[in-house]
C-alpha cells in the first residue's frame, strides 16, 4: 500500500485518470485542483499524484513521505489533500501501576515525540509509582463542551433568553439527544454580556472525544432556541468552550475528562529511584510548580504534563492541539515522614477511545497496547480508563522532572562547590 | 530498515545478543529491563525485541507500528524505548502567498493530523489570502527563554542578588555564551518573591528552538550566579520561563517567534470564497474571537490556531507539546468599504529549522516542502521563515473558520427560518 | 459628639477611667493596650485616648482626623482601635435613567473619590445614557460565595467526599440555612486536587453583602461534611470563592450580582455629548478594551468601571476591597446606523444594602440618595436595585471615557497636525 | 467651615448668587446645572446648593453629608460636583517594626473601613512581626506605565513603528521629560497586534502615584511618534498599561512599586500570639493561598492583601481604584525548625506621598501618621518608604487570617470532635 509503484493499476489500461502521472500534470495545467484529485482517482492515487506536483513544484523528494503504512482510504475523515504520512518514532514507558476506578492493573504508555530524554524520564517515574503499589486515581468531571453565541436586541432580551434556556434544557435535552446515539445533555449554562448570549452545552459523550458530536447536537439545540426566543445564532462556537485556547473556564470548570492521581512513594524509594529527598522535592515543586506559576500568570501549574498527554495524544489518535487544554494541570507535592506525596489535576483532559484518529493504522495498535480501544462496557469507561492511565503517566513525568531539577542541583552543588 | 527480518544479522552467529528473540526472552526472564536493550544491540533491533516484549505482554500485534520508515539509530537523540513509529496522515494546504521578511514567496503546508476538514479548511483561507495578494508577516521579538529559580536568605539578600545580575549582565552572558556556537544571551530579567529569585534568561538561539541551548547556557550561568552571590539553585526551571504551559507571561512578553500575519481580502473574494460578508466576519470575530474569549479568561483570542500550529510542528519536527503556547494568538477581523482586513498575532511560536526532530526521515523532507530546512544565511533566517509562513498559514484557517461559523449561521438561518 | 471636650463625662467625677489623657498615659505607661481602652472608656472617650496616643507617638495633630460626624458606637461593629474618622470628598453624578428590573427611574450616583474628573466624566456619560431614554439593566445572577478547603486521605477518598456532597446537597442546606433567616444556599460545588477538596457553597443573601453570612452558614456546612465524610477541614476559606482576589472564577461564574447594562445613544447625541462618532469609539473600544486588555492578559476589558464601583462604594458602604472583583466588567461598543451601542457586564458586583457600613451616618444618607436603603420587598430587590443603579453608572464612566480618548485624539490631532 | 449656616455670607446681601437656596432654586428651574454652580459662588456655597438639590429631589436629609471636615476649596482638584464628605472609621493597627531601604523603624499604620474585625487581625499580625524583630522590607521594582494604542497600515508598518520606538527612546524620553520636573522615562516597549502598536511607557514618578504625569508626558511622546511615524494615536490608554483592571502583565511585570517583604517568626511567637503552628499554617497557605488560587483562575494569590491596601490607601489619599492591582500578591509561608517563614510579593502597588488626595485634611495627617508625607529627600525615597509599611502591614495582615484560619479549624476541631 505503501508502494507508489502499486498505486496505479498498470492493468486498468483505459483508465487515465488513475494514473498519478497525469493526475499530476493535469494539476499542474491548471486543468485540476490538489483537492479535486479524490474525485477522479482512489485515495492511494490521489495521494500519489499530490506527492508528484509537491515534489515537482519544490524540488523536494518525498518519498519517506511516501512510504507509510496506513491504508489511505482509512485516513479519509481524518485528512484531505493527502500526501503521505509523518512519523514519529514511539517509545514506551511503564509499565506503570493504575489503580483506578476505570483502570486497574498495570500499563505500558507508548509516546510518540522527537523530544530525547522524555520517555526515560517518564520511564522513571512509572518505575517509581509503581514500586509504590502504584497511582489512585479518578475520574471527577466529564463534559465535552460547545458554547454557540447568540444576538439579541439588548440586555433585557438577553435576560429573557437565558431564563428561557434555563427553564426549557428539557427541550433543548430532545433536541440535542436525537442527534446522536450516545451523546446526553448534561447542563447547558447561559452568560449574558450586552448584546450577545452564550449557551455552554456540556455532554456525557461516552467514550468518544465528543467534539464533532457535541457541535451537532449543539446546532440542533440552537435551532430550537432560535424558534422559541428572539435569539438569533451568530456562531456556533462562541469561544466559551473553549476548544483549543488556553482559557481559565476549561482550567476551572473542566473540559472532556478531569481527573486526578496520586500517590505516597516511600522515603527509600525516592532516595534511591531519584537520587534526592522527598524535601528538596517538596521545595522544588513549590518553589517552581506552585509560586512560579503564580508569578507567570499561568494556568498550568506543573513542570511537563503537556509533554505526557502530547506524546500519548499522537501515539492513540487523539486530538493533538487539544494538548493545549492538557496542560492545565496542578501538581502537589508534599514531604511527609513515610515519604513523599505528589498529586496531578488536570482539568481538561480530553480523550476518546473511538472516532478521531483512534482506527488508524499505528494509532489503534498503540491503544491497544494501553488496552482500551474501542466502546467500553459500561459506555464511557473506556475513555475513563484512557484518561485513568495519562493522569498516572502525567504524575510520573511530574515526579521524575521535579526530582531531577531537585536532584541535580544538588549533585552540581556537590561536585562543584564543595557543599 | 524497517523490516524486522533485516534487523539482526544472521551471519553474526554468537552475537546471540543481537537476536530480538533471545533478547526479549531476557527481558521477559528479568534479565534485561527494556532500556537496557540499547546496551546490547542496535537501535534496530533493539527496537524490535522491545516489541516483541510489549507484544507478549499485551498481546497486540504491533506490526503497523513496526514498519516505520526512519533509520532506528537516526531517532536516538529524539525518543528511548523505540519500539516503532507513530504514522499520521499529511495533508497539503495551500500554497500561500506569504509577503515576509525571511520567507517570500508561495508555500505549501505540509499538515500533520487526524481531525478530518482541518487542511481543507486551511486550504481555503491559503486560496483567499493568495488571491488577495498575499499576507504581510513580521517576526517583530525572538528569545528562548529559561528561568531558574534559586533561594535566597531573605527578600533584602533577594533585592541584592536581582541587583547583582542586573549590574552583571555581561558575566553571565559570557558564561552562557560558552556552552554554545550560536546563542546569544539577549537579557536577564529578575524576579523576587519572599525567599526566591527567579531570573528570566532570554536568548537568540539563531535557527534552532533552543530549549535545550537556553536549558545548557543557563545552567552555566547560574554556576556563575551561585559562585557570585548567595543564591542557591533550587530548580534550573522556575516555570517564570514558561515552558509547555499556557501563561500570560508568554502571552504578554512571547517566547520563541512573536510574529504577526495580515491581510485585507477583497469584498468579492470574501462573497466567493467565503460565501458571507466582511461585516458577519467581523461580526463573528468579535462575539467569539474577543468577547467570547474575554469572558471565558482566556490567553487565546482566537478560533483555531492551535490546529494549524500543532498540524504544521508535527509535520516539520517541531516540538509537539509546544502547540500549548502556539494557542496565545489574537485574531483581529475588520469590515472596511474595500474588505476584510484581518490579523493574527501569535506570541509565543516556538520553531527550529534546526536540531529536534527536524532531521527525520518525513519530517526532513516536510519542512523541506515549506523551503527552510537547516541553518539559515544569516543564521535565524531559516526559523523566521518558518514562523513567517506558520503565521499565514494560522491567519488562513483563522479566515476560513470564522467565516464558516458566520456563513454556515447565514446558511442555516436561511434554509430553515426563510430569513 | 465630634467634639473632644465633650467625649468625657464631666459629672462623672470619680471615673477616672474615663478621661482620655489618664488612659492615655496608661497606654503610655504600658499598663493598658490600645485595643483594651473599649474596656474601659465608652467608644468615643477611647478614640480619643488612642488619637492623645498616636499624636505623642508620632507628633501628628490628628484634629481633622478627631472631628468625625458619626458616633464612634454607632462604628463598634466596622472598627476596632477607632482614632477618628477619614473624610472623603462626595460628588453626585447625574440623575441617570435606569431601564432595570428593581431599579426604573432617575438615579442620582453619589461618588467618594480624591481622583479630580472621575465624577464629571460620569456625570457626561450619565447625560448621553438619559438623553436616550435610559440603560437597560439586568441582573442576571445572585451569589455569595465561600469555598473551604478539606484534607482527604488520596484522590479516591476526594472522590467519593465530592460525590457525597452532591448527594446530600440538602443536608449541607440544612446545616447552612439554620444559621440565617435570610441566606438560602444554591448550589454546592465540589473541585478535587489531589489530596484536597474545595467545596464552593453559593448562597442567596437577600439585601446583604453576605459574607459574614456565607462564611458562618458554611462554617455549619463544612461541620456536617466533617461529621459525615472523613474529610478534615484546613481552612474556611480556600480561595476558590474567591474573595478580594482578581480571579477567572468570579469573572467567568460571577460572585455576588452578576449585572449586565446596555443602551444605544443616537448618532446626534454622540455627536453634541462627546465630541466624536460611534465609528471612532467602537474603535477605540476595540482595540483599546478588547484587543489591549487580551494582549495584557487582563481578567477586566473595560475603561474605568472600577472608578465608578469604588467611588460608589465608599459612598454606600459597600466593602472597599470588593473594588477588586468589581474590576471583572467586559465593555462592548458598536457603531450602528442609528448611532452608538454600547454595554457593561459586570461579572462580579457585590453589593448590600443593609449591614457592612451601610449604617453609619454618611454612608447612610448617601444611600439613601440613590434610594435603596435597608431591606428590600421583596427581599433582595433593593441589593439588586443597587447593582443595578451602580452597572448603569459604570456604563456612563465607559461611554464617557472611551469617547473622550476618541475625541481627545481627534482634536490634538486636528489642531496640531492640521488633519 | 462644615457648618452650612456659615457658608453664605449674611452680610453679602446683594450677592444672590451666593445664597445655597436662591442657586438651587435656579437649578431646579434648570436654569442652572449643577457643575455650573461652581461658576456662581465658592466651592462650600456651591457645595451647599446641590445638597439643598439633591435633598429635594430624593427627600433624604445630608445633614451628616455636610458636616465634613475639610474645605471645599482644598477638594478642588479631587471632586467635581461636592455635596460633603463620605466619613469612614479609621483604626489604628501597629505599630509595626519594618526594615526597609526607605522605612525603618516602628510604624502605625491608619486604616479606614468599615470592615469589623479587620483592624484587630492586621493589629494582631503587626504585634506578631514585631515580637519577631520586624519585617525585611525592599522596594524591587518602580515605574507608573501608561500604554497608547495606535493604528499602523498593517504589520509591516507596525513592525518599523516599533522598531523606530527601539531607536529613538532617547527622542521620547526628552519630549516626554519636557513635560514634567520629577518624571523619568524609563523604558518604551512596543507590542505589535496586526494594525495596532502598543506603546507601554514605564516612568519613575518619584513621590507621586505619577498616574497623571505619564499621562501627560506620554502624550507629548505620542505626539512625537505621530510625527515621525506613520502611525497614528488611536487611544492614549490602550489598556496595556494597565490601570485599574486585573491584568496580568501588572502581576508580572509591575506596576507603581513592586515591593517584597519577610519575616521569620519563632515557633513559641507562633503558638502565643496565634494559637497555631508553623505547621498548620503554611498547610494552610499551600492549600489555600497557592493551590486554591491556582484552581481559581486567580492573578491573587493571598488570603486579604486587598483588605490592608484598600484600608490604607483610603486612610491616606491613594486612588482606591488602584486596590485592583495592589491584590496582585503572592504570600508564602514555609514551617521550618525555627518558626514560620512567611512573605508577601505586592507586584503592583500605586503609592504616592505628593499630589492625589494627599493633602485633604484627614488624608494629610494619618499620612503623616505613618510618617512620610511630602516629596522624599532623595526624591522618590517617601514613596518607597510608603510602599514599605503597607507591605508590611500586608504581611501582617496574611499571617493574622491565615493563622486564624489554621487554628480556628484546630480548635473547632478539637472543641467539637475531641481529636
Same sequence: chains 1, 2, 3, 4.
Avoid at 79 to 96: C, D, F, K, T, Y
Avoid at 172 to 182: D, G, I, N, V, Y
Wanted: with cysteine; net charge negative; glycine share 10%.
Amino acid at each position: 500500500m505503501t508502494d507508489d509503484s502499486d498505486a496505479t493499476d498498470p492493468g486498468a489500461g483505459g483508465h487515465s485518470e488513475a494514473d498519478p502521472e497525469i493526475l499530476a500534470a493535469r494539476v499542474a495545467d491548471g486543468d485540476l485542483r490538489l483537492y479535486e484529485l479524490d474525485d477522479h482517482a482512489d485515495a492511494e492515487t490521489a495521494a500519489t499524484a499530490r506527492r508528484i506536483v509537491v515534489e515537482r513544484d519544490t524540488g523536494v523528494d518525498l518519498s519517506a513521505t511516501g512510504d507509510y503504512t496506513f491504508a489511505a482510504e482509512s485516513a479519509e475523515s481524518n485528512i484531505e489533500n493527502l500526501i503521505g504520512g509523518a512519523q514519529l518514532p514511539v517509545g514506551v514507558a511503564g509499565p506503570v501501576t493504575v489503580r483506578g476506578e476505570a483502570a486497574d492493573g498495570d500499563f505500558y504508555l507508548p509516546i510518540a515525540t522527537t523530544e530525547g530524554a522524555l520517555v526515560a524520564s517518564v520511564n522513571r517515574g512509572c518505575a517509581a509509582i509503581s514500586d509504590a503499589g502504584g497511582a489512585t486515581v479518578r475520574v471527577t468531571k466529564r463534559g465535552m463542551t460547545r458554547a454557540p453565541v447568540f444576538r439579541v436586541a439588548d440586555v433585557s432580551e438577553g435576560a429573557e433568553v437565558a431564563e428561557w434556556v434555563q427553564d426549557n434544557e428539557d427541550r433543548l435535552a430532545e433536541a440535542a439527544e436525537e442527534t446522536t446515539s450516545h451523546g446526553r445533555l448534561q447542563s447547558v449554562t447561559p452568560y449574558v454580556v450586552g448584546d450577545a448570549v452564550y449557551l455552554r452545552f456540556s455532554y456525557d459523550t461516552g467514550d468518544a472525544n465528543g467534539m464533532n458530536m457535541a457541535t451537532i447536537a449543539t446546532r440542533a439545540a440552537a435551532e430550537v432556541v432560535e424558534e422559541a426566543t428572539p435569539a438569533s445564532l451568530v456562531a456556533l462556537s462562541g469561544n466559551l468552550c473553549v476548544d483549543k485556547k488556553p482559557a481559565a473556564i476549561n482550567a476551572v470548570e473542566g473540559r472532556g475528562h478531569t481527573v486526578t492521581a496520586d500517590v505516597t512513594i516511600p522515603r527509600e524509594t525516592v532516595e534511591d529511584r531519584f537520587g534526592t529527598t522527598p524535601e528538596a522535592i517538596e521545595e522544588a515543586n513549590t518553589r517552581k510548580n506552585l509560586i512560579g506559576s503564580a508569578k507567570a500568570g499561568s494556568l498550568g501549574f506543573n513542570a511537563q504534563a503537556a509533554n505526557v498527554v502530547a506524546g500519548v495524544f499522537i501515539a492513540t489518535g487523539q486530538d493533538e492541539a487539544h494538548v493545549v487544554e492538557g496542560s492545565n494541570c496542578i501538581t502537589t507535592a508534599e514531604a511527609r515522614d513515610e515519604g513523599l506525596y505528589a498529586s496531578v489535576n488536570l482539568a481538561s483532559l480530553q480523550v476518546g477511545t473511538v472516532g478521531g484518529g483512534t482506527d488508524l493504522a499505528t494509532q489503534s495498535e498503540l491503544l491497544d497496547v494501553i488496552g482500551f480501544a474501542g466502546g467500553g462496557d459500561p459506555v464511557g469507561s473506556n475513555a475513563d480508563a484512557l484518561a485513568e492511565v495519562i493522569a498516572a503517566g502525567a504524575l510520573a513525568g511530574e515526579l521524575s522532572l521535579v526530582s531531577a531539577l531537585a536532584s541535580r542541583h544538588l549533585a552540581s552543588a556537590h561536585e562543584e562547590h564543595g557543599r
